[in-house]
């Protein structure tokens, strides 16, 4: 369901939302089978960098959750983050994620077993499966993510007009958005 957006716009992030609640999915249902080894939980910060960027259909829904008209986020498109270190500017100062109901596909992802585009390696979270090895049915395969997101990104940028290669930061959504800057922490 489109919450943030009307008309066009909104039809044009429903593969994303799509693509988001399958990956919210897979993940709970790898979190639910595997609970006692998985220790991602609220407050758990590790992974929440600074300096990281999106792609526009992920910076649109992002934005259009915090009230951002997709006009201004248009205008940050290829510009550096305003960071390139520290945690996440959607963290608090307890690290928790400030847009956690709209944070992006690799925020999604993370600690997760993933199967790497490329060498085939499967990557997880170092504080994850200590005790047993994840069964292959909840390694998320980053290539078939990767692609997806890429076909849905292409088409709202066609549609919007937008240059499909250029990727949005994160701490200047958080900027736009009024969220002061704890990313020092």
């Known amino acids: 369901?489109?919450?943030?957006?009307?008309?066009?716009?909104?039809?044009?992030?429903?593969?994303?939302?799509?693509?988001?609640?399958?990956?919210?999915?897979?993940?709970?249902?790898?979190?639910?089978?595997?609970?006692?080894?998985?220790?991602?939980?609220?407050?758990?910060?590790?992974?929440?960098?600074?300096?990281?960027?999106?792609?526009?259909?992920?910076?649109?829904?992002?934005g259009g959750g915090l009230g951002i008209p997709s006009e201004r986020i248009h205008l940050q498109a290829g510009q550096l983050p305003l960071s390139d270190g520290g945690s996440c500017a959607f963290l608090d100062n307890r690290g928790h994620c400030r847009i956690y109901a709209h944070r992006p596909l690799v925020c999604r992802t993370h600690g997760m077993p993933l199967l790497q585009q490329g060498d085939g390696t499967i990557s997880v979270c170092d504080l994850n499966f200590t005790e047993v090895s994840p069964h292959s049915s909840i390694v998320l395969n980053t290539e078939n993510l990767h692609a997806a997101l890429f076909t849905t990104n292409m088409v709202y940028c066609r549609s919007s007009g937008v240059e499909p290669h250029s990727r949005v930061a994160l701490d200047r959504l958080a900027q736009l958005a009024g969220i002061p800057d704890n990313s020092a922490g």
């Open 1 to 62: 369901m489109c919450y943030i957006a009307i008309g066009a716009e909104c039809s044009l992030l429903q593969a994303y939302f799509q693509l988001r609640d399958r990956t919210d999915r897979f993940f709970e249902s790898a979190a639910s089978r595997y609970r006692d080894q998985v220790m991602c939980r609220p407050g758990c910060s590790r992974c929440c960098v600074g300096g990281l960027t999106v792609v526009m259909v992920e910076a649109i829904a992002i």
